[in-house]
């Protein structure tokens, strides 16, 4: 299977302890993104790497969001002192192409339930 | 920030009835994305329009964008229920070439 992996696909937590995630874009891809999805609505953009290199976070990522993507390869999302807002559908995805005129390709999603 | 209005939020029909849903905004796009999503699983592109008026069919779905390239309207005619799913659109503003801005979605669901 060459998709976009993630992992894991599901995450159950207490409130105040940290997680984090891990996606695995098409390896042919340069480009990965990190959207957010709540029940009932379509994904909001987090933040987005060309390579290694984190060229734009939306407003959205508070401080106790860190993204990382160290070799240009997959990529980790980490959340720290979880609260129960972030429960969500954390979906990561990948492209070849500018976003313009190209698609993204999603993995099927880390869902993170904070208690 | 542009907003992407999709209408309807849920949609019900039979097998067999034809639908269409919309997708609104007062900004104008470079590109707009159609996305088909099932439970559990990432959204899935379905087809990208660029060009004002332009009109695409995939099989019983037809895409439009509109003249101004600030609305998209997606039909499906003789929907199945291998239809249902959440259908979002998706749009790069003229501003920005990095992300994509994704609608609310409409839900749909096709009834055997």
């Known amino acids: 299977d060459t998709g976009v992996s993630q992992d894991p696909r599901h995450k159950i937590t207490k409130r105040g302890q940290n997680v984090t995630f891990r996606c695995d874009p098409i390896s042919e891809h340069n480009r990965l993104y990190w959207y957010r999805q709540t029940l009932g609505q379509g994904p909001e953009f987090l933040t987005y790497?060309?390579?290694?290199?984190?060229?734009?976070k939306s407003r959205l990522l508070s401080d106790r969001f860190s993204a990382e993507r160290p070799k240009g390869s997959f990529s980790t999302l980490e959340i720290q002192r979880t609260e129960q807002g972030d429960s969500a559908m954390y979906l990561c995805?990948?492209?070849?192409?500018?976003?313009?005129?190209?698609?993204?390709?999603f993995g099927e999603g880390s869902r993170l339930t904070v208690l | 920030t542009q907003l992407l209005e999709q209408s309807p939020q849920f949609l019900s029909i039979q097998e067999g009835e034809n639908l269409t849903v919309y997708c609104n905004s007062s900004s104008v796009f470079s590109s707009l994305q159609w996305y088909r999503q099932e439970p559990g699983e990432g959204p899935v592109l379905l087809v990208t329009v660029v060009t004002g008026g332009e009109v695409k069919k995939l099989k019983r779905l037809t895409f439009q964008f509109g003249d101004a390239r600030k609305d998209s309207s997606l039909h499906i005619t003789a929907a199945q229920p291998g239809d249902t799913g959440l259908y979002l659109c998706a749009a790069v503003s003229s501003g920005s070439a990095r992300q994509l801005t994704f609608g609310s979605g409409t839900q749909l669901t096709v009834l055997p």
């Open positions: 995805a990948s492209s070849f192409r500018d976003i313009a005129t190209g698609e993204l390709f």
């Open positions: 790497f060309q390579n290694e290199a984190q060229l734009e």
